[in-house]
């Protein structure tokens, strides 16, 4: 079946240094991707959004990236924070239905 | 503006219990989503409800479970007759209309059955 999935399922980086978290999506209809952002014990946190008819978006520290030729999503963090460490997740926005992947652990180290 | 809120933020149930989880929408929201999320992994999506309809519950175990959404009260997801598989983060979301776009997460229950 289709599906959203991360390359990898944890990150370590250095506090201050830029973060990139990946994402391979296979869904080639999908048309408004989402990154969340989520604490232990807390639910997901809507961090940015990008749809299909861009190819980079930025926020506060964030930036998404969005290559449909090869179905690949990628969230950059400037900066790195020791708030930052959490588990991202992307999902992909079928109308009302959200498909995420697995999620990518991020760890801050000091 | 208060969030999406859940109740109980945790709950214990022995096998074969039912468990009965709340979600109150945020003011204006009408629309309100079921997730699932099973230790390390990502949110699963479960069922789609409109005041007092159900829209899309394609992500339900056929059995044991059910949700409504009242004209009044909050959304209630229903598991009866609990098993350990049935051991999760539960989520809630809402939206002002059918796009989850602005959708918004509330903290969750996490159901342990023993």
């Known amino acids: 079946g289709e599906s959203v999935g991360l390359h990898l399922p944890t990150l370590s980086v250095q506090e201050g240094d830029n973060s990139i978290i990946n994402c391979a999506y296979s869904?080639?209809?999908?048309?408004?991707f989402i990154w969340y952002k989520q604490e232990s014990g807390k639910g997901p946190q809507f961090i940015i959004d990008i749809r299909s008819n861009m190819d980079k978006r930025q926020g506060q520290r964030v930036t998404v990236l969005l290559n449909k030729t090869v179905k690949h999503l990628s969230l950059q963090i400037a900066a790195t924070q020791p708030g930052d460490s959490a588990v991202y997740f992307c999902?992909?926005?079928?109308?009302?239905?959200?498909?995420f992947g697995a999620g990518t652990t991020v760890t801050v180290r000091a | 503006n208060a969030g999406v809120m859940q109740n109980p933020r945790h709950l214990v149930r022995r096998r074969g219990q039912e468990a009965r989880l709340r979600c109150s929408p945020m003011k204006g929201h009408s629309h309100v989503y079921w997730y699932r999320q099973l230790p390390e992994e990502g949110l699963k999506f479960m069922v789609y409800l409109q005041k007092e309809n159900i829209i899309d519950e394609s992500g339900m175990p056929k059995e044991r479970f059910s949700a409504e959404f009242p004209k009044e009260g909050p959304s209630i997801l229903r598991i009866q007759q609990v098993v350990r598989g049935d051991s999760a983060a539960y989520f809630c979301?809402?939206?002002?209309?059918?796009?989850?776009?602005?959708?918004?997460f509330g903290q969750g229950t996490r159901l342990t059955v023993v």
């Open positions: 979301a809402s939206s002002p209309g059918p796009k989850n776009t602005e959708a918004f």
């Open positions: 999902a992909e926005s079928n109308d009302y239905k959200l498909s």
């Open positions: 869904n080639s209809a999908s048309d408004y």
